[in-house]
């Protein structure tokens, strides 16, 4: 049996090596490093796949979401409500923006914002909502969506653990996660279900006007070369990243697929165990892509599965293991510990498991195997 990994991005760079070295020859060659046409044929390739108007290229997940919030013009004071259990991305760029940022609890079985926190925290204030497709799973946009038109909300979608997940609307037509909301993020870091080699990120709208003031704010509030119109930051998706999104593109239904075919395995070998919780697919199967596979260890012993795992060799990950209300640079008065009962329990039970495109059938019988006969 080959070494487990968590992440193994070896064995896909192999099915497209020869493509990516070609194309990176080629951008030596031309040295067309920055805005180069490999940007424009993606950016135009993934409006294509997600079937949204507009793709807008920047340098990483985390600045297409301060780029969405300044985009919408939301202004210090205002309130963003978001959830308590993300990566810490989402709440930074909030803060960041002297926004105020709402941290509301999450759904036991999807792991997604629960829109009835949502609700509860609208104050006069509330002016955008932050939902995050976590692990992969698209969060309940019918209600969220709901709830934003009733309080005239804006949504950000941030889309970086779940490009390629479908959404099924409350008519039955099915749009792709991140094209939803007003606007949609994502993260192009190497591990995500669509990543480059090094660091890279994406907004998708279908509204021409805010697509425009997206553009100039990426590119220093600049539309006419040093004509600075608003103010804005520098944050560009270089031509050699570009050239790796475009090789793997083709291949990421694919790709998510293999993830969801290995979270199957998964589940059928551990959903008997009455002491896990095997992640709950809400709709139907290609709603979920499978960022992570998160199981939930009851009785306490997680943090023992843990231990006994990195003693068999299997790697795996908590993600998170403290709810940002409970950081220290996030902390506010305002919130009450009774309304964070989910995410203060998640904490203590969850558990990823080894999640790529490259998991072989031993592998994961290994992984299972060993944590059934821990798991009583
Ligand atoms: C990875 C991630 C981000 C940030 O993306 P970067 O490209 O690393 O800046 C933001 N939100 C979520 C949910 C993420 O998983």
Redesign the pocket.
Known sequence: MKKIQMVDLKGQFLGIKNQVNSSFEQILENTAFINGPEVHHFQSELEAYLGVKHVIPC???????QIAMMGLGLKPGDEVITTDF?????VEVIALLNLTPVLVDVDAESFNINPKAIEAAITPKTKAIVP???FGQSADMNAILEIAEKYNLFVIE????AIGANHYAKDGQVSKTGGIGHVG?????P??NLGCYG???ALFTNDDQLAHRLRGIVNHGMYERYHHDVVGVNSRLDSLQAAVLRAKLPHLDEYNAARRAAAKKYSAALSQNKNLITPKIIESDDTHVF?QYTLRVMNGQRDALIKHLQAQDIPCGIYYPIPLHKQKAYLDDRYHEKDFAVTNQLVKEVIALPMHTELEDDQINYITQTINDFIK
């Open positions: 340098a990483n997940g985390t600045d297409a979401l993300t990566f810490a991305a989402t995050v497709h976590l941030d889309n970086a653990q993020t994502t993260s192009f870091f591990s995500k660091d890279g990120g960022h």
